[in-house]
């Protein structure tokens, strides 16, 4: 492979070297790990705890020493029986025997456990619920006051420019009458002028009739 | 069982944004490296060899470069659907520049995931994470001297891979043509 060729995989290797993800799915990836985490925490926490009140209940322990109270007398039977023991009925009727016993002890003892179950499950997504409604509501709120503050800042600019306006039309109507004045001003001047002319033509007449 | 959660909190706030970012290095996709992610920490939390893992980061480390090896391979195999051709990572803004370097970085990837482990790891370490020699050797357990030479010869082993990648391609090009 030629020189270029081994400049290009450094150049790829580089490239591939500064990729970095955007901070938005950063948080969300490190979030959704230890969403993980955490749940799996709870859930192994509540199995460990359902196993260990099935052991630590009497209901459990009065099912187990029955079971073994069974087996122990089915072999001093077996041992001390004169003949052999028909198997087959025997396990039906220890079957029948430890359904009768453990069925009703086991089903009640599950309910239990489903309801602890429930019960928890709906106390973290209530909790859960709350946090996530508190949060709606506080960004819900920060948005509003953001648009709040904008909307007053515009109205604001608003009036100032309403204002402005109206300070420059009554600007431009005070120049336009002093304009209007001086005109006026003017006009009398060139009237004044030709009254005087007329005047002084009148004087140099009587003047020179006198004469 | 409750110390290994806890440790992988930790683990999880400490490096958790250096793993993503190597995971989305190696699958030039973020919502892929989003699920690897995930997978990992399942995986270190079922797994008894981190707890004996004397250097528990580099395990880490191992196990996500691991996964995303093995998921590039998996992809390899799997004919590509529409729906799963999403955005690149890429720092390129022009589409057909985007497409072109995605590929090319494809191509550098696969052929290192064609190493072997310890020299993946190593190469890795030093060319994508941009890791002192120094720093690689401490987390591998090696000297300096010898992790420079695996970097070296998995360099090698790269050149070739992708040399006779390149001769392949350029072969079945002159056939297609002549047919």
Redesign the interface.
Known sequence: ?SKI??NK?EH??K????????SE??G???Q???D???N??SR??ASTRIWRTVFKSPIAKLTAAAVLLIAVGYTIGRLSAPEPLDVEELKAALESSLKASLEPAIRQDLIVQLNEQWQLAFAAGCAQLKEELQRQVRRDLTEFAAQTLAASGTLTNQRLMELIQLIEAARWRERQQVAAALEQIEQEKIRLRSGLLAVAARTNELLDTKQ | MRDRQKELLELLDKSGADLYALLTRLTLREDVAEELMQELFIKLSNSRRFDKAGNRQAYTRRAAINLAFDWRRRQKRKPLRLDQVREPASNDSSPLGKLVQTEELDEILNAIGRLNRSSREAFVMRYIQEEPYDYIAKQLDKTAHQVRALCSRALNRLRDVLGHDQRLSFEKEKHNVKN
């Open positions: 492979m060729d081994e995989i790829k290797l490239v591939l070297s500064q990729i970095e993800p955007s799915a950063t969300r990836a490190i959704r790990a230890r993980t985490l955490i799996k925490k192994q926490s």
